[in-house]
């Protein structure tokens, strides 16, 4: 046999002869490059938080206790992240400190057993030299071919009439003389073999892989450590072989010992949190998130990923005193984030910028009652995502319930404004608006604002425009935090603080308004957010000073309202009565009164939608003004008020005759009420024939749809429409039916 080894050797060595004869660069022990990424293991045994290093010291005692003529065969188990490679090289670090050695073993990319024998006689035979150890002669002819055939396959394959390639296959598995040879060039001294990432090879691949390992983990002196996720590999054992009954149970003939990491105490998540974030997050903010530290999740990755998102977003929390954030909605957004980006996203927007549907909350009086209501909502926003892993859903909903607990149904100023940090930051603090506003000593001077906004655009490189508008929205969010903690103190002398400071920011906000600084957008979106202020807080007026500043607020954005201009459809769509269970009177009052102050505009808008080509079909895609719709689709507005034929719009429809564009816009209109064109409307077929159910509407507009004879084409169209307006109840008689309309009648009813 050994002859036939070494007559191979001689076919093989010209093509290998550089590799063995030049100068050896040693390959660098693994442990060197662990530390490559923000996931890779962490090594120092002080960073061990999680106490993991205990079970590498036990795993090294296992493999000094057995004899020397015995091999052991360890499985190290953990999910994924739970530290599994470092525990392993700190195994290999405890036995290269004591002369043992060490080789790493990497089957996951291997592609049939061939390959597996090949791969690990590579790894052999270059931790051997590493150590001084030379290769027993039949072990290195054995190491050489492994050599030429990953190295020179192409070559190899004409060589010798492919007798080497052919002939490597099965030279390659250690025999027991070739296992004895090597333990005395050894000399007492042991090789840890780990065999890292077994989990990731190919499902197919890993029941001989792991019986081949088994052939090969058999070789006394050898101690072989294999960390890998238990379930993904009992798993696949079972589905590629069914009649094994147990994937579980074949391990165990497979690994001598098996080590389960255990799951980390609560503590020791923290801790690792904790000494991650320790540069991202001051101590005093690290205090108000220890009691979550229950809700950290137990794989030691994950946490690590929680802490990056910290850092990300470091330069932001930086800018801020630690009293602006609110630190707990900052970890438990990052924590439901990790679980679920889409579901984190419209957790936030339902919960925290629904407005409306936080209030409808808010005023149930029984407290179960609101969290039966919140109970709903969270459900509903997980099965509207729809996560197939249950365990997901379940940490998800454990997570929103206590993130309920935490905010308030009314003082959410602090959350939504940190929970911009995670979209888009504000140009301004709170702090430096506070700033701003003890150097604005005089409301009417707004020249320095003009100069800060400069500044501050050329600083994060952003339009003027823009910071502007981030300006308003920081002043607006400051205004009603002032007014949220007016509501909250208890002392009567801190609440008129508060208003006062609130009322003096009032009078500045007007003053930038209504400043050369401030252009047509800003102000659209001053008046947007302290409508949305008012809404909230209109019914406060039982007390002298919260009535004047109700006053003041109302004056504000009356006087927004004057200044819309040509921008007026954008104020109007915002002027919308508070229904439902928060209604307010007050707020109501005031929108009532605002409203028709533009209604003479929406009213222009409307009719001038017949005049325009396509204009039915903007007016049923929503493209004209809120206000103007509402108008058209009211039976009782202005719009088709006045005597019989005389509303303005039954005059625009009158039109028709001498104005193809109105009949045109008419017969569209209507035709789109039948149902039969599948176009993307603001409003549903249901809804148009409700509104046709109305008489006047519909006969004004059947009488402009059929003003002038219509092509043959469109006949039975048209006949089918009146037919619509016959069954939403109109009188026939009503509806005129002209001779050219009977055209091809006959050849429609034969064919129904």
């Given at each position: 046999m050994l002859r036939k080894f070494k007559s191979l050797l001689s076919i093989a060595q010209d093509a290998v002869k550089s590799r063995l004869e030049g100068p050896h660069t040693p390959e660098t022990p693994a442990i060197a490059h662990v530390q490559r990424n923000l996931d890779s293991?962490?090594?120092?045994?002080?960073?061990?938080?999680?106490?993991?290093?205990?079970?590498?010291?036990?795993?090294?005692?296992?493999?000094?206790?057995?004899?020397?003529?015995?091999?052991?065969?360890?499985?190290?188990?953990g999910d994924w992240g739970y530290g599994k490679t470092t525990i392993a090289h700190w195994v290999a670090e405890m036995a290269e400190r004591e002369a043992q050695i060490v080789i790493w073993f990497n089957p996951?990319?291997?592609?049939?057993?061939?390959?597996?024998?090949?791969?690990?006689?590579?790894?052999?035979?270059?931790?051997?030299?590493?150590h001084g150890v030379t290769l027993p002669s039949a072990l290195e002819v054995k190491s050489v071919l492994a050599e030429l055939r990953?190295?020179?396959?192409?070559?190899?394959?004409?060589?010798?009439?492919?007798?080497?390639?052919?002939?490597?296959?099965?030279?390659?598995?250690?025999?027991?003389?070739?296992?004895?040879?090597?333990?005395?060039?050894?000399?007492?001294?042991?090789?840890?073999?780990?065999?890292?990432?077994?989990?990731?090879?190919?499902?197919?691949?890993?029941?001989?892989?792991l019986l081949s390992l088994r052939e090969l983990l058999d070789a006394p002196g050898f101690a072989f450590l294999v960390p890998f996720e238990k379930s993904i590999v009992a798993n696949s054992l079972v589905e590629q072989h069914a009649a094994w009954g147990s994937g579980e149970r074949f391990l165990e003939k497979i690994l001598d010992f098996q080590i389960t990491i255990p799951q980390s105490t609560i503590d020791a998540r923290w801790d690792l949190f904790s000494s991650n974030v320790k540069d991202f997050v001051l101590p005093q903010a690290l205090a108000q998130l220890r009691p979550l530290s229950e809700f950290l999740p137990d794989n030691p990755r994950r946490i690590?990923?929680?802490?990056?998102?910290?850092?990300?977003?470091?330069?932001?929390?930086?800018?801020?005193?630690?009293?602006?954030?609110?630190?707990?909605?900052?970890?438990?957004?990052?924590?439901?984030?990790?679980?679920?980006?889409?579901?984190?996203?419209?957790?936030?927007?339902?919960?925290f910028r629904d407005t409306q549907a936080r209030l409808a909350e808010s005023v149930m009086q029984e407290e179960?009652?609101?969290?039966?209501?919140?109970?709903?909502?969270?459900?509903?926003?997980?099965?509207?995502?729809?996560?197939?892993?249950?365990?997901?859903?379940?940490?998800?909903?454990?997570?929103?319930?206590?993130?309920?607990k935490e905010r308030s149904y009314w003082h959410d100023a602090r959350v939504i404004y940190t929970l911009r940090i995670f979209d888009l930051p504000?140009?301004?603090?709170?702090?430096?608006?506070?700033?701003?506003?003890?150097?604005?000593?005089?409301?009417?001077?707004?020249?320095?604002?003009?100069?800060?906004?400069?500044?501050?655009?050329?600083?994060?490189?952003?339009?003027?425009?823009?910071v502007l508008k981030q300006l308003i929205d920081a002043l607006a969010g400051k205004y009603h935090e002032r007014l949220e903690a007016a509501a909250s103190v208890?002392?009567?002398?801190?609440?008129?603080?508060?208003?006062?400071?609130?009322?003096?920011?009032?009078?500045?906000?007007?003053?930038?308004?209504?400043?050369?600084?401030?252009?047509?957008?800003?102000?659209?979106?001053?008046?947007?957010?302290?409508?949305?202020?008012?809404?909230?807080?209109?019914?406060?007026?039982?007390?002298?000073?919260?009535?004047?500043?109700?006053?003041?607020?109302?004056?504000?954005?009356?006087?927004?309202?004057?200044?819309?201009?040509?921008?007026?459809?954008?104020?109007?769509?915002?002027?919308?009565?508070?229904?439902?269970?928060?209604?307010?009177?007050?707020?109501?009052?005031?929108?009532?009164?605002?409203?028709?102050?533009?209604?003479?505009?929406?009213?222009?808008?409307?009719l001038a939608v017949f005049h325009e080509e396509d204009g039915a079909f903007k007016l049923l895609k929503g493209e004209i003004p809120e206000m103007s719709q509402e108008l058209f689709f009211d039976a009782e507005s202005a719009l088709w008020s006045g005597s019989p034929n005389e509303a303005p719009i039954e005059r625009v429809l009158k039109e028709a005759g001498r104005k193809p564009e109105v009949q045109r816009n008419a017969h569209h209109f209507l035709d789109m009420a039948t149902g039969r064109h599948q176009i993307a409307m603001a409003r549903s077929t249901a809804d148009l024939q409700a509104f046709l159910r109305n008489e006047r509407p519909s006969?004004?507009?059947?009488?402009?749809?059929?003003?002038?004879?219509?092509?043959?084409?469109?006949?039975?169209?048209?006949?089918?429409?009146?037919?619509?307006?016959?069954?939403?109840?109109?009188?026939?008689?009503?509806?005129?039916?002209?001779?050219?309309?009977?055209?091809?009648?006959?050849?429609d009813g034969a064919r129904e």
């Open positions: 293991p962490r090594l120092d045994a002080k960073d061990d938080v999680l106490q993991r290093y205990r079970i590498a010291r036990e795993i090294y005692r296992v493999i000094c206790n057995q004899a020397a003529h015995h091999s052991v065969r360890i499985g190290l188990f996951w990319s291997v592609r049939d057993i061939s390959d597996l024998w090949l791969s690990f006689s590579l790894k052999l035979r270059s931790a051997l030299r590493q990953k190295d020179y396959g192409a070559v190899a394959d004409s060589v010798g009439g492919g007798k080497v390639v052919n002939a490597i296959g099965g030279f390659l598995k250690f025999s027991k003389a070739d296992i004895d040879a090597l333990k005395q060039r050894l000399r007492g001294r042991r090789v840890v073999v780990i065999i890292d990432d077994i989990d990731r090879a190919d499902p197919k691949l890993l029941p001989p892989l690590k990923r929680i802490a990056r998102m910290f850092e990300l977003v470091s330069c932001e929390t930086k800018r801020h005193k630690v009293d602006e954030i609110d630190w707990i909605s900052l970890l438990m957004g990052f924590m439901i984030k990790l679980e679920s980006e889409q579901f984190f996203q419209r957790y936030v927007e339902e919960t179960d009652r609101r969290a039966e209501a919140a109970e709903r909502r969270i459900t509903n926003l997980i099965a509207a995502v729809d996560i197939d892993d249950k365990a997901v859903n379940e940490r998800l909903k454990t997570l929103v319930q206590r993130w309920e504000d140009a301004f603090t709170w702090a430096e608006i506070d700033q701003m506003i003890a150097k604005w000593e005089d409301p009417a001077q707004t020249a320095h604002l003009e100069q800060l906004i400069f500044e501050k655009a050329k600083e994060l490189s952003q339009p003027r425009s823009a208890f002392l009567q002398g801190n609440h008129s603080s508060e208003v006062a400071f609130a009322r003096a920011l009032l009078a500045r906000i007007d003053a930038l308004l209504f400043s050369s600084a401030c252009d047509l957008d800003a102000r659209v979106l001053a008046f947007e957010k302290f409508l949305a202020t008012y809404s909230t807080w209109a019914h406060f007026t039982s007390n002298e000073v919260d009535a004047k500043l109700r006053e003041l607020e109302k004056r504000l954005l009356s006087k927004l309202l004057d200044g819309a201009g040509d921008r007026w459809d954008e104020y109007a769509a915002r002027l919308k009565p508070n229904d439902g269970p928060f209604e307010k009177d007050e707020f109501n009052q005031f929108v009532r009164a605002a409203k028709p102050a533009f209604n003479e505009r929406a009213l222009e808008a409307a006969v004004a507009l059947w009488n402009a749809a059929i003003a002038q004879p219509i092509q043959y084409r469109m006949l039975s169209a048209t006949r089918r429409i009146r037919a619509l307006l016959c069954r939403c109840g109109i009188a026939e008689d009503l509806l005129l039916f002209p001779e050219w309309l009977r055209v091809g009648e006959e050849r």
